[in-house]
T-cell receptor, first 111, second 114 residues
Framework: GNSVTQMEGPVTLSEEAFLTINCTYT??????LFWYVQYPGEGLQLLLK?????DKGSNKGFEATYRKETTSFHLEKGSVQVSDSAVYFCALRGVFNQFYFGTGTSLTVIP | DVKVTQSSRYLVKRTGEKVFLECVQD?????MFWYRQDPGLGLRLIYFSYDVKMKEKGDIPEGYSVSREKKERFSLILESASTNQTSMYLCASSLAGMGTGELFFGEGSRLTVL
């Protein structure tokens, strides 16, 4: 079946630190992979996506590469800001249009 | 700007009340979803719909029902609210087919059942 496992939080970083949030998946077929972000009190917003192996999604300084050989889609950012404080969800879209989410990783960036 | 709109951001209801959560999307999407979000549990799928008048159970359908009479509208119904249904409810939509498109989410409805 399909599932997503992501790094548990919470994660606390100082401003300008390097961020990695690990995400691995199990899927049948060739899923599309996503990172969503949820700011306090809001719904989820798409941060980036990748639709096939070796694709790199990027947005707002965040990047993630679709690694089929390791079934991973780790989120990275070189220098985090206070405004990046949020909950991050890794997700996949399976072949039957269903979406599967990780449990979310809370990030707090301190000045 | 394309949107998924949930009718209520915050609701407070009493145990046993019937609760309606409304969701409207303006993107002509075929697929619509209702999720529940709880701390430590992530997003859990309650129901989804691939077309008007069609519905499928998700992972946690017990205590909920849905209605999709029009393509743009997907309603979640709690027939008799209970305190363990206190949660954040998220509606989402997506295009159909074998595509790679993402889910678009509403801002959420935070329900408290007393």
């Amino acid at each position: 079946g399909n599932s997503v496992t992501q790094m548990e939080g919470p994660v606390t970083l100082s401003e300008e630190a390097f961020l990695t949030i690990n995400c691995t998946y199990t899927a049948t077929g060739y899923p599309s992979l996503f990172w969503y972000v949820q700011y306090p009190g809001e719904g989820l917003q798409l941060l980036l996506k990748a639709t096939k192996a070796d694709d790199k999604g990027s947005n707002k300084g965040f990047e993630a590469t679709y690694r089929k050989e390791t079934t991973s889609f780790h989120l990275e950012k070189g220098s985090v800001q206070v405004s990046d404080s949020a909950v991050y969800f890794c997700a996949l879209r399976g072949v039957f249009n269903q979406f599967y989410f990780g449990t979310g990783t809370s990030l707090t960036v301190i000045p | 700007d394309v949107k998924v709109t949930q009718s209520s951001r915050y609701l407070v209801k009493r145990t046993g009340e019937k609760v309606f959560l409304e969701c409207v999307q303006d993107m002509d999407h075929e697929n619509m979803f209702w999720y529940r979000q709880d701390p430590g549990l992530g997003l859990r799928l309650i129901y989804f719909s691939y077309d008007v008048k069609m519905k499928e159970k998700g992972d946690i359908p017990e205590g909920y029902s849905v209605s999709r009479e029009k393509k743009e509208r997907f309603s979640l119904i709690l027939e008799s609210a209970s305190t363990n249904q206190t949660s954040m409810y998220l509606c989402a939509s997506s295009l159909a087919g074998m595509g790679t498109g993402e889910l678009f989410f509403g801002e959420g409805s935070r329900l408290t059942v007393l």
